[in-house]
């Protein structure tokens, strides 16, 4: 892509009025944000990667989160063999209420059924409520209210008993 290209492209997403537009390549990545109050792109960030980089980046970071990881869940593990881990289903930021004024879905201690709503995970400005697929009485919260939580990330351990 070149630099005539990369313009009309910002031209183009100037006067559709769309706030973001992303394009990734294998070599190039372009992302273009205009503000809401004007017509000019407010920031452009062109990124090209090399090659060697590109096949080598997606092997780096899991086999360093898996270094990492193994090292304290060992040992919950366990004793947490018993319970039920309830997670993620999304990528997104999770909220533990409905609304800050309002109390939250679940304490340690709540007995709950299928069916019931645990939690609520925000994605793209998208409230998704999280329910739960098992019954049983909540033993731990594993995740920190209003924090952002990867998708498969345990959030909650249920004792099924």
Partial sequence: MDIKEIQSLIKFVAKSGASEVKLET??????????STSSSPETTIVQQIPM?????????????????APATPVKEAEDDSKYITIKSPIIGTFYRKPSPD???FVEVGTSIGQ?????VIEAMKLFNDIESEVSGKI????????SPVEFDQPLFLVDPS
């Fill in 26 to 35: 294998d070599d190039i990545k372009i992302t273009i944000r205009t503000g």
């Fill in 52 to 68: 060697a980089q590109a096949a080598m980046a997606p092997i780096a970071p899991p086999a360093q989160q898996e270094a990492a």
């Fill in 102 to 104: 309002k109390p939250s």
């Fill in 115 to 119: 069916g019931d709503v645990l939690c």
């Fill in 139 to 146: 033993v731990k919260i594993l995740v920190e209210d209003s």
